[in-house]
């Protein structure tokens, strides 16, 4: 069985969220100060924060990937291939149902982890103007 990602936000092949892009940014924009109504001064911090939640993102399809091509199909009856074949489908489907529910639910605990501990953000976007919670729903959306 041959599985592959069907389809990929172009944000994780974009160039925004590589170590190099993020690196010259930085370098061309040097920061002096950090205040959370200036996006120039933040934005290193949410690309940051994007390519870290792209590199999560692959590694756990990655990681279900794996767990999936490990799993036994056990019956204790003969069956038809066209039965086989529907049975392996019925599978395919439930994985990719359960798969981004269950990466949602992590990042879920993540953020009422960083909520509940009262974690703030060197930035500041923690709460106020919500550019956080906007960053992670874009990128959890598609």
């Given at each position: 069985m041959n599985?592959?990602?069907l389809s990929q936000h172009q944000i994780y092949s974009s160039s925004f969220v590589t170590d190099e892009w993020i690196k010259n940014f930085v370098l061309s924009n040097p920061i002096s100060s950090y205040s959370p109504?200036?996006?120039q001064k933040i934005v290193i911090g949410i690309f940051q924060l994007l390519a870290s939640l792209c590199k999560l993102s692959q590694e756990y399809?990655?990681?279900?990937?794996s767990d999936l091509m490990t799993r036994s199909?056990?019956?204790s009856h003969i069956i038809s291939c066209q039965q086989f074949h529907e049975?392996?489908?019925s599978?395919?489907?439930q994985f990719q149902e359960n798969t981004p529910i269950s990466f949602l639910a992590t990042l879920q605990l993540i953020r009422n982890m960083i909520s509940?501990?009262?974690l703030m953000s060197v930035f500041?976007?923690?709460y106020g103007n919500g550019l956080l919670q906007v960053v992670i729903f874009l990128v959890i959306r598609d």
């Amino acid at each position: 069985m041959n599985l592959s990602v069907l389809s990929q936000h172009q944000i994780y092949s974009s160039s925004f969220v590589t170590d190099e892009w993020i690196k010259n940014f930085v370098l061309s924009n040097p920061i002096s100060s950090y205040s959370p109504t200036n996006f120039q001064k933040i934005v290193i911090g949410i690309f940051q924060l994007l390519a870290s939640l792209c590199k999560l993102s692959q590694e756990y399809l990655t990681d279900e990937l794996s767990d999936l091509m490990t799993r036994s199909f056990i019956n204790s009856h003969i069956i038809s291939c066209q039965q086989f074949h529907e049975q392996i489908e019925s599978i395919m489907n439930q994985f990719q149902e359960n798969t981004p529910i269950s990466f949602l639910a992590t990042l879920q605990l993540i953020r009422n982890m960083i909520s509940d501990n009262t974690l703030m953000s060197v930035f500041e976007t923690n709460y106020g103007n919500g550019l956080l919670q906007v960053v992670i729903f874009l990128v959890i959306r598609d």
